[in-house]
Nanobody
Framework: VQLQASGGGLVQAGGSLRLSCAASGSIFSINAMAWYRQAPGKQREGVAAITSGGGTNYADSVKGRFTISRDNAKNVVYLQMNSLKPEDTAIYYC???????????????WGQGTQVTVSS
């Protein structure tokens, strides 16, 4: 299983970006999917998560600005980021709890990360 994140870039404060993360491989099912971020010199932190049924959860710092969504048919999770702030600058990582055809057990997989830089 591979997770491929994309959509990062450089944006001015107040701007928007949309991140995507596509899962591929021998996937039987995907349960929760999530986005994390890690800023320089800081620990990785959870940003948003979404269940297979569409239930969502957000970090307080992004509530009202970020929206997580997913396309279960395509095994893709999105993060729409609006009203971006310089403090949102970080490498953004996606993860997914995936059950494969081979194991029929759930395991957490991580994407490679995509850089988001917000200039003031």
């Amino acid at each position: 299983v591979q997770l491929q994140a994309s959509g990062g870039g450089l944006v001015q404060a107040g701007g928007s970006l949309r991140l995507s993360c596509a899962a591929s491989g021998s996937i039987f099912s995907i349960n929760a999917m999530a986005w994390y971020r890690q800023a320089p010199g800081k620990q990785r932190e959870g940003v948003a998560a979404i269940t297979s049924g569409g239930g969502t959860n957000y970090a307080d710092s992004v509530k009202g600005r970020f929206t997580i969504s997913r396309d279960n048919a395509k095994n893709v999770v999105y993060l729409q980021m609006n009203s971006l702030k310089p403090e949102d600058t970080a490498i953004y990582y996606c993860n997914a709890a995936v059950t494969t055809h081979q194991t029929m057990t759930s395991r957490l997989y991580w994407g490679q990360g995509t850089q988001v830089t917000v200039s003031s």
